[in-house]
């Protein structure tokens, strides 16, 4: 279990941490005791536990004061962003993105981070991976911290859409940096190189974009909800925060198209390539070919060849075949290509003619 012991988190098994909004305006840290204590009267609860530790899972299915099934959608391993309503509450499953402290992004593997939430009237319940982290909760316990926080459920749900969704668009603006590099190297770079580049940028933009859309329908769900505790200062920073996260998932769109475009380029670059170096090739082999055979022709070690026991015609003899044989490659390139171009330049002619017919005198 990480403990952050400068903001007190992780200090009790299964407990990252327990805020208490006051009625008189400030925040209380609460152990598992003070968790246990807990009566809506008291003030709004906000308990954040780690879902796979045992003493949070006893907790949850024993002392929470949950139906059965909740308790165990919360614990459950789906983690696909969706919003189903429970009587007055919600329960909420979304995906953020692990954010360093540094600023940093971590593999993607661990990028997309799951968070399961009940969200009541005087209480929140949320719950993540023990061995994954959620930055965007942090920042908000920092506000609580600091009195700034939010101090009832509508504004909690809001600021932790908004939490979630500034760390995708730092994601979004970091993919859009590495295609942007890529396509200014694209003239540089080694094919096999920027190949394999491309090809992980189109994977990471598919595996974000594959919760970010779900999760876009779950802050819709959540903007129309009418539950009582979702003010109206809560739905409009919903529907802001879901405005937001539907252009993240335009500019994604964006990227994946302008990485489908950057493959057909980095293709059409090799293929020159090729087409280069089959070029030069057929021009050096066209030079070669005709010296290489004179030359094979009159070393074969067989008798009855022409002009073999001459001495005095061998050599010319020699050079009058490798000048015909230079003579008849020379006409066939010339004459065997122009007669190629023939039927394309035949071909246009009578489109030129037609243009002319049709057009008005």
């Known amino acids: 279990m990480a403990i952050d012991r400068d903001l007190g988190a992780g200090l009790e098994p299964g407990l990252r941490f327990a805020m208490l909004a006051t009625p008189n305006g400030g925040y209380l840290d609460l ?16 308990i954040h536990l780690e879902r796979d530790d045992p003493v949070a899972q006893e907790w949850v299915c024993e002392q929470a004061g949950l139906d059965p099934l909740v308790a165990a959608a919360l614990l459950a391993d789906e983690s696909r962003p969706r919003v189903d309503d429970v009587e007055d509450a919600l329960l909420v499953v979304l995906r953020g993105v692990n954010k360093s402290p540094s600023g940093e992004v971590e593999a993607l593997e661990s990028e997309l981070v799951p ?7 005087n209480r929140c319940i949320s719950l993540r991976d023990k061995a994954h982290s959620l930055t965007a909760l942090r920042d908000l316990r920092l506000s609580m911290l600091n009195g700034k926080g939010p101090r009832g459920a509508g504004a909690l749900m809001a600021r932790i859409a908004e939490k979630v969704t500034d760390h995708v668009g730092a ?19 080694r094919p096999a190189r920027l190949r394999g580049a491309i090809a992980d940028c189109r994977r990471s933009v598919v595996q974000v974009r594959r919760y970010l859309a779900p999760q876009r329908d779950a802050f819709y769900r959540l903007r129309s909800d009418d539950a009582t505790w979702l003010t109206k200062r809560a739905k409009t920073h919903l529907r802001e925060v879901n405005d937001r996260l539907s252009r993240h998932l335009e500019d994604l769109d964006e990227i994946r198209a302008r990485a489908s475009i950057l493959q057909e380029e980095l293709a059409a670059v090799v293929a020159e390539q ?9 021009v050096v082999t066209v030079i070669t070919l005709p010296m290489s055979f004179v030359a094979s022709y009159f070393g074969m070690n067989t008798g009855g060849l022409p002009f073999a026991g001459s001495e005095s015609y061998g050599t010319l003899a020699a050079t009058v075949l490798i000048i015909i044989t230079a003579g008849l490659t020379a006409l066939v390139l010339r004459f065997g290509l122009s007669r190629s171009a023939g039927p394309a330049s035949a071909g246009s002619a009578p489109a030129s003619v037609s243009t002319k017919e049709d057009s008005p005198s």
Not at 171 to 189: H, M, P, S, T
């Open 274 to 282: 090729t087409n280069r170096n089959l070029y030069t090739l057929s």
């Open 31 to 46: 152990d598992w005791a003070g968790v246990r204590r807990w009566h809506p009267t008291d003030g709004f609860l906000w």
């Open 171 to 189: 994601l979004v603006d970091d993919l859009e940096e590495i295609i942007a590099e890529l396509e200014e190297n694209l003239d540089q770079a």
């Open 115 to 121: 968070i399961h939430i009940w969200m009541e009237a």
